[in-house]
């Protein structure tokens, strides 16, 4: 149970680059560029409840490893994926991004890529 715990995000690399190269409007990169991301994790198992406090939303995703699950981007959109779990780090493949999760050093550490620009988000126990 790893990644059970609640994170404040501490810092993030490429933010900007990454999010408009998803697609995220400019006022709302703006409004959550200084905003301290919460993220909750409830693991169970291989059972997750994955939830991040945006200055907008709160997004949450159920999932089961190795098991379709319906999930929602951070723009929004729904869609079916299979989260994986091996070594210790979570993956997930998004409709325009992959994001990877793991705790290291007791921080959370997730990485999203898209068109060779990755965002790094390291995040603190709290």
Not at 23 to 45: A, C, L
Request: net charge neutral; charged share 30%; glycine share 8%.
């Amino acid at each position: 149970m790893a990644f059970n715990g609640k994170y404040e995000i501490e810092s993030q690399e490429n933010y900007d680059e990454f999010l408009k190269k998803i697609g995220i409007p400019d006022d709302i990169i703006e409004k959550g560029r200084n905003f301290k991301i919460v993220t909750d994790v409830i693991q169970n198992g291989n059972e997750f409840t994955w939830s991040q406090v945006y200055p907008q939303k709160t997004m949450t995703n159920k999932f089961v490893i190795d098991q379709e699950s319906e999930m929602e981007t951070m723009a929004g959109k729904k869609f079916k994926a299979t989260v994986t779990l091996e070594g210790g780090k979570i993956t997930v493949r998004f409709p325009n991004y992959q994001h990877t999760a793991e705790i290291s050093g007791g921080k959370l550490v997730e990485c999203s890529t898209s068109g060779g620009v990755t965002m790094k988000r390291t995040s603190k126990r709290i």
